[in-house]
């Protein structure tokens, strides 16, 4: 592997629900089944991940208050099992998503209302010292700037991504809300990442040319972290992990790649693949 790119981990969702019949949210793990969150983490980091997510993504007050869980046990619990498994043997992100809803005025989220629901996250995130902040799966930039603008308080590395909709060749790679890679790389630079790029999304063949497209606008360094295809329902995904290392290993090409892993159906035999595949 290139000196300068890093293994993150793949779907710590669709990984969590294989190891119990619980198909809720799986934040609520952190309190449930503490051991299976530190088991999975302990197993990407055994298939080659050099960073490991919190088991945090969506845990923020709206979708963690009606299950009688408080923010700040679910998001310092899912720090402290991902630093119980890496230990000395790989580093922690502090994972940030989305808020399940839309920004006024297309939807009924007001600007400081989503803020504060970020800065309460980061808050409590932060005090259980993560090795950097990555805010995932955004598709509105507004989102992801009004987030950026909260983990930047903190002085720890700020990894910025966003889920793309189906590339189209003539238009290029789009978020749900139109926002293309020029816009934001161009909006994202004050904030100083660590890294921009994409996650989620779809498959690598599918993606590849957006990471690409990534590459020709900014100098920033890039993450490349999409769906092994479509996960099934009976287990596995569309992509066999073979397929998909041999794929997202096609990224490494581009000078700028820093991180790189699987996002949902990516399974540790994923990132073994790939781990295999880039050393």
């Not at 999304?201 to 295809?229: C, H, M, Q, R, W």
């Amino acid at each position: 592997m290139k000196k300068d790119i890093y293994l993150l981990d793949g779907a710590n969702g669709t990984c969590l629900w294989a190891k119990t019949d619980d198909k809720g949210p799986v934040w609520r793990y952190n309190k449930l089944f503490p051991d299976k969150v530190v088991e999975l983490a302990g197993e990407f980091i055994d298939a080659g991940s050099d960073f490991v997510l919190s088991n945090t993504f969506s845990a923020n007050r709206p979708s963690v208050e009606p299950f009688d869980f408080s923010v700040e046990e679910i998001i310092r619990e899912g720090v402290i099992l991902a630093k119980e498994a890496a230990k000395d043997r790989a580093r922690v992100l502090l994972d940030i998503g989305p808020l399940t809803g839309l920004l006024i005025p297309f939807g009924k989220i007001a600007k400081e209302e989503a803020r504060e629901t970020f800065a309460e996250m980061l808050k409590y995130g932060a005090m259980e010292k993560p090795d950097g902040i990555f805010l995932e799966t955004f598709m509105d930039l507004e989102m992801l700037k009004i987030a950026a603008e909260e983990a930047s308080k903190y002085d720890l590395p700020l990894l910025l991504s966003m889920s793309f909709t189906k590339y189209n060749p003539k238009k290029g790679g789009r978020t749900m809300f139109g926002n293309n890679p020029a816009q934001i790389a161009k909006t994202l630079a004050p904030f100083e990442p660590e890294a921009i790029g994409l996650n989620c999304s779809e498959g690598p063949e599918e993606t590849l040319p957006i990471i690409k497209e990534f590459a020709e606008v900014t100098d920033l360094p890039l993450i490349y972290k999409p769906n092994a295809g479509m996960p099934k329902v009976e287990g596995g995904s569309e992509v066999d992990f073979d397929d998909f290392a041999r794929e997202v290993s096609k990224a490494a090409e581009i000078p700028t790649l820093k991180y790189i892993g699987g996002c949902c159906g990516s399974s540790p035999k994923y990132i073994e693949a790939l781990a295999k595949m880039l050393r």
